[in-house]
Nanobody, 113 residues
Framework: EVQLVESGGGLVQPGGSLRLSCAAS????????MTWVRQAPGKDLEWVSL?????????RYTNSVKGRFTISRDNNKNTLYLQLDNTKTEDTAMYYC?????RGQGTQVTVSS
């Protein structure tokens, strides 16, 4: 059974940083692409970032987070990360990690002064 557990969210001031984690189990973590998706209050899911499998390791970001967010993975720990730097109020959302159609329960990020 695929399990994804996100953590690391919280309240941060604009311009601040957070690191989100997604602990994965139930599949061979290092062989699949992983993504981060977010959902702001009252809005649809928004794709944020993709990290391809270890053999290629390429990354992609939605334009609004390029240069501010960094996706990475630790295959020894079966964990996906999303580093949020220079945060903005519009980054406020529930953040989910996805493996295919599977997702976790999410972690809330609130950017506010």
């Amino acid at each position: 059974e695929v399990q994804l557990v996100e953590s690391g969210g919280g309240l941060v001031q604009p311009g601040g940083s957070l690191r989100l984690s997604c602990a994965a189990s139930g599949f061979t973590f290092g062989t699949v692409d992983m993504t981060w998706v977010r959902q702001a209050p009252g809005k649809d899911l928004e794709w944020v970032s993709l990290l391809t499998t270890s053999s290629t390791g390429s990354t992609r970001y939605t334009n609004s987070v390029k240069g501010r967010f960094t996706i990475s993975r630790d295959n020894n720990k079966n964990t996906l990360y999303l580093q949020l730097d220079n945060t903005k109020t519009e980054d406020t959302a529930m953040y989910y990690c996805f493996q295919g159609q599977n997702r976790g329960q999410g972690t809330q990020v609130t950017v506010s002064s």
